[in-house]
């Protein structure tokens, strides 16, 4: 017997003079009934939704009375990833949420090339049937990501309630986020931010990069705010980097643009930088040579979805992050 193909469901509303101005993810959201908000989002983003069949770019922008909204809703996908026994370093736990601190390496959900040995086989292995599965989707609790070679602060939801809660509060950004960044060079103000927006690379898809917002390859609303805690020479500078947008690559890509992309990044550090010729030798050798992007997201606080409780976490950078800032301190010598 063959498997029963399952269709996407397609729903349409028109929207009534007492919906002018609401933002159409959270209408549609409302209307439909069964989706969250974040959810109804992320389809947005995808392309799934129109408005008179012209296709909704942002999911922000207000409805207008007597138009027609669609949205395509794919059918569910099986969460497939396995249980695995990996250690994990948990910051907090109860039963609606666990706070970690995520080593640099580890992938936070099956992707093509990742099937096993990611965050989510991690969950799975420690927390079983506890974790919900969200949104039919292989992510169960993921409700925020670092990149895989970003370390540092991150929280799980371990039940429904919990996992709308968090979404919804990373969406309105109703929470604080830290990250120390190592750069190359020493940004002329020692305090700032960058608002750039930031969408595909126009010919590398798995880069992103600051892009206008009109036309084709319209981007996306991106701003970072960073302040200078320490600088090495003037080659390089620890940088205390938050979020007030929570795009792809963010803080990568904002400091790449304004000439000080991260130590180590693999991806947006295309040429080797100027100001490493201000290193004593052995400790610039060592900065070229370390191994990923240096970014760590050190702290992470916010309400408790389901107390109210004030929570905040705090993590030092890991073992190769700290060895490198010695280096650069002059407090150690290169092994």
Known sequence: MSARIVASETHSFTAAETDRGERVDRFLAARIGSLSRSRVKALLEEGKGTRDGTAIEDPAQPVRPGATYCLEVPPPRPAAPVAQDIPLAILFEDRHLIVLDKPAGLVVHPAPGHAEGTLVNALLGHAGEELEGIGGEARPGI????DKDTSGVMVVAKSQRAHNALSEAFLQRDLDREYLALAWGVPEK????VEAAIGRHATDRKRMAVVGRGGARAGKHA????????????ACSLLRCRLGTGRTHQIRVHLSHIGHPLVGDPVYLRRLPATARGLPQDVRDAALAFPRQALHAASLAFRHPVSGEALAFRVEPPEDFSTLLSLLRGEAAPA
């Open 143 to 146: 409700v925020h990501r670092l």
């Open 190 to 193: 020692r305090e700032g931010e």
């Open 223 to 234: 701003l970072t705010r960073y302040a200078v805690l320490e600088s090495f020479d003037g």
